[in-house]
Protein backbone atom coordinates (compact mmCIF):
# COMPACT_ATOMS: atom_id res chain seq x y z
CA UNK A 1 0.00 0.00 0.00
CA UNK A 2 2.66 2.55 1.13
CA UNK A 3 6.60 2.76 0.91
CA UNK A 4 9.33 4.76 2.05
CA UNK A 5 12.16 4.46 0.30
CA UNK A 6 15.11 6.28 1.90
CA UNK A 7 18.83 7.60 0.60
CA UNK A 8 21.54 9.43 1.05
CA UNK A 9 23.23 7.48 3.49
CA UNK A 10 27.30 6.71 3.14
CA UNK A 11 30.47 7.24 4.58
CA UNK A 12 31.45 10.35 5.86
CA UNK A 13 34.45 11.47 8.04
CA UNK A 14 33.52 13.47 11.39
CA UNK A 15 32.72 17.16 11.04
CA UNK A 16 31.27 16.46 7.71
CA UNK A 17 27.47 16.61 6.52
CA UNK A 18 25.18 13.79 4.95
CA UNK A 19 21.55 14.66 3.53
CA UNK A 20 19.07 11.64 4.01
CA UNK A 21 15.56 11.82 1.58
CA UNK A 22 12.67 9.91 2.51
CA UNK A 23 9.59 9.63 -0.25
CA UNK A 24 6.44 8.01 0.41
CA UNK A 25 4.46 6.38 -2.04
CA UNK A 26 1.35 4.39 -2.99
CA UNK A 27 -1.79 4.90 -1.25
CA UNK A 28 -1.82 8.22 0.47
CA UNK A 29 -4.47 10.30 1.15
CA UNK A 30 -2.33 12.89 4.13
CA UNK A 31 0.84 12.45 5.81
CA UNK A 32 0.20 13.91 9.39
CA UNK A 33 3.67 13.58 10.62
CA UNK A 34 7.20 12.60 9.09
CA UNK A 35 10.61 11.51 11.19
CA UNK A 36 13.78 10.07 11.64
CA UNK A 37 14.92 7.00 14.03
CA UNK A 38 18.13 5.77 14.59
CA UNK A 39 19.68 2.55 15.62
CA UNK A 40 23.28 1.61 16.59
CA UNK A 41 24.34 -1.67 17.09
CA UNK A 42 23.91 -2.88 19.85
CA UNK A 43 21.65 0.00 21.16
CA UNK A 44 17.46 0.39 20.93
CA UNK A 45 15.98 2.63 18.45
CA UNK A 46 15.76 5.80 18.83
CA UNK A 47 13.62 9.14 17.56
CA UNK A 48 16.41 11.32 15.86
CA UNK A 49 14.01 14.61 14.78
CA UNK A 50 10.39 14.81 13.58
CA UNK A 51 7.74 16.84 11.85
CA UNK A 52 4.55 17.57 11.71
CA UNK A 53 2.29 20.53 9.89
CA UNK A 54 4.17 23.40 11.74
CA UNK A 55 6.38 21.60 14.83
CA UNK A 56 9.39 20.15 14.79
CA UNK A 57 11.45 18.38 17.29
CA UNK A 58 14.64 17.03 17.83
CA UNK A 59 16.86 14.74 19.98
CA UNK A 60 18.66 16.49 22.36
CA UNK A 61 21.74 14.75 21.50
CA UNK A 62 21.23 16.22 17.63
CA UNK A 63 19.94 19.78 18.15
CA UNK A 64 22.04 22.67 16.05
CA UNK A 65 23.52 19.49 14.05
CA UNK A 66 20.38 18.19 12.38
CA UNK A 67 17.83 19.65 10.47
CA UNK A 68 14.51 18.25 9.58
CA UNK A 69 12.27 19.42 6.99
CA UNK A 70 9.45 17.93 4.48
CA UNK A 71 8.29 18.63 1.16
CA UNK A 72 4.42 17.89 0.86
CA UNK A 73 3.73 18.33 -2.32
CA UNK A 74 6.50 15.68 -3.01
CA UNK A 75 5.91 13.37 0.57
CA UNK A 76 9.41 13.72 1.03
CA UNK A 77 11.03 14.32 4.21
CA UNK A 78 14.58 15.25 4.50
CA UNK A 79 17.42 15.29 7.01
CA UNK A 80 20.29 17.84 6.94
CA UNK A 81 23.01 15.85 9.34
CA UNK A 82 25.93 18.54 9.78
CA UNK A 83 29.02 18.09 12.18
CA UNK A 84 28.78 14.50 12.29
CA UNK A 85 29.96 12.74 15.26
CA UNK A 86 31.26 8.78 14.94
CA UNK A 87 28.27 8.30 17.55
CA UNK A 88 25.75 9.45 14.75
CA UNK A 89 26.54 6.12 13.44
CA UNK A 90 23.45 3.80 12.55
CA UNK A 91 21.32 2.66 10.71
CA UNK A 92 18.80 5.49 9.91
CA UNK A 93 14.83 4.56 9.39
CA UNK A 94 12.16 7.24 8.18
CA UNK A 95 8.66 6.74 9.82
CA UNK A 96 5.25 8.17 8.94
CA UNK A 97 1.84 8.14 9.77
CA UNK A 98 -0.51 7.77 6.96
CA UNK A 99 -4.17 8.48 6.30
CA UNK A 100 -4.24 6.24 3.50
CA UNK A 101 -7.90 7.47 2.39
CA UNK A 102 -10.69 9.76 3.45
CA UNK A 103 -11.88 9.16 6.69
CA UNK A 104 -9.28 6.24 7.57
CA UNK A 105 -7.32 6.21 11.09
CA UNK A 106 -3.49 7.34 10.19
CA UNK A 107 -1.53 4.06 9.54
CA UNK A 108 2.55 4.14 10.74
CA UNK A 109 4.99 3.23 8.31
CA UNK A 110 9.00 2.62 7.97
CA UNK A 111 11.53 2.71 5.53
CA UNK A 112 13.92 -0.08 4.96
CA UNK A 113 16.53 1.78 6.83
CA UNK A 114 19.74 3.62 5.35
CA UNK A 115 23.14 3.15 7.08
CA UNK A 116 25.11 6.20 7.82
CA UNK A 117 28.72 5.56 9.48
CA UNK A 118 31.02 8.48 10.46
CA UNK A 119 34.85 8.01 11.00
CA UNK A 120 36.83 9.31 13.46
Known amino acids: QVQLVESGGGLVQAGGSLRLSCAASGSIFSINAMGWYRQAPGKQRESVAR??????NYADSVKGRFTISRDNAKNTVYLQMNSLKPEDTAVYYC???????????????WGQGTQVTVSS
Open 95 to 109: NADIVNRLGYVPRNY
Open 51 to 56: ITSGRT
